[in-house]
């Protein structure tokens, strides 16, 4: 008879990761390493384990999610950031190394804030601001961007930034849901189960909220302004043609070995004419 966790030294991974594989988790090993560093005791221990082994996503039980080589401070009801959107985050960090000026930077839909975290990490000295509809995930972005200066503003979209950022966004950076609502039933159940239908929905072809970004942010861009958009691989081609359609010069990158899409669009070097006027 197998004996209970809170009877084991916290010193030992082997039955924790038989628990955790018998529970189908395909990184046992890694993960029990993880949950007995966590641990502060055999019953805290248990219970950790007791929460990963009903489906719980090992992030939100270690209260963290590893990204970019960074610990983010992720909570219940908030998305978990994935190891796919490193690829958007290079590609920002690539655009704005060579900054002469402290670039201005907006995560929009941020969630955790791990985008603009990671990026104000490489980066060095941003302008940070994130944005995001839940009142869950703008807490939990505050704590994460506090130590770096950020500032994290509630709303929809555009709607949540301030108007002083018109015209002066050197990189808007969206993770915006684009998951199918047909498709969302297929989820994992970590996802579906433990992470809000609004961060994972992005509508009958996942584009909604995509477009509504794309149509925006010329108003918001500064000239020469990047706009980089997550998005799925099926959906890139419409992702492409809205961010065209929104006046930007658009390139789609892919990577294969992280099953990561971005769209990146690129605004015109002379000022949007109607960069003060109305959304």
């Known amino acids: 008879m197998r004996p209970p966790l809170d009877d084991l030294p916290l010193d030992d991974e082997a039955p924790v990761a038989a628990r955790l594989r018998a529970a189908g988790c395909v990184f046992a090993e890694e993960e029990a390493a993880a949950l007995l560093a966590a641990a502060t005791g055999p019953g805290h221990l248990a219970a950790l384990v007791d929460r990963r082994v009903t489906g719980?996503?090992?992030?939100?039980?270690?209260?963290?999610?590893?990204?970019?080589?960074?610990?983010?401070?992720?909570?219940?009801?908030v998305f978990v950031p994935r190891q796919r959107t490193a690829v958007l985050v290079e590609r920002a960090v690539a655009l704005l190394r060579d900054a002469r000026r402290p670039p201005v930077v907006v995560d929009l839909c941020c969630g955790s804030g791990a985008v603009g975290l990671a990026v104000a990490a490489t980066v060095g000295a941003v302008e940070l601001h994130a944005a995001d509809a839940d009142p869950r995930a703008v807490r939990c972005a505050r704590r994460n961007l506090r130590p770096v200066g950020g500032r994290v503003h509630q709303g929809d979209l555009y709607a949540a930034l301030p108007a002083g950022l018109r015209?002066?966004?050197?990189?808007?950076?969206?993770?915006?849901?684009y998951v199918p609502t047909a498709a969302v039933a297929l989820l994992p159940p970590e996802a579906r189960e433990h992470e809000p239908r609004a961060a994972l929905d992005g509508g009958p072809d996942g584009t909604d909220l995509q477009r509504r970004v794309a149509a925006g942010a010329l108003r918001w861009l500064a000239p020469g302004g990047t706009l980089l958009?997550?998005?799925?691989?099926?959906?890139?081609?419409?992702?492409?043609a809205a961010v065209a359609a929104?006046?930007?010069?658009?390139?789609?990158?892919?990577?294969?070995?992280?099953?990561?899409?971005?769209?990146?669009?690129?605004?015109?070097?002379?000022?949007?004419?109607?960069?003060?006027?109305?959304l």
């Open 246 to 278: 929104g006046g930007l010069r658009t390139v789609v990158v892919r990577d294969e070995e992280r099953d990561a899409t971005v769209v990146v669009g690129t605004a015109p070097a002379a000022p949007c004419p109607d960069v003060h006027g109305p």
């Open 56 to 77: 719980e996503p090992l992030e939100l039980v270690l209260g963290w999610a590893e990204f970019c080589g960074l610990r983010i401070a992720v909570e219940p009801g």
């Open 229 to 240: 958009v997550e998005t799925g691989a099926p959906q890139a081609p419409r992702t492409a």
């Open 167 to 177: 015209g002066r966004v050197d990189l808007l950076a969206a993770n915006a849901p």
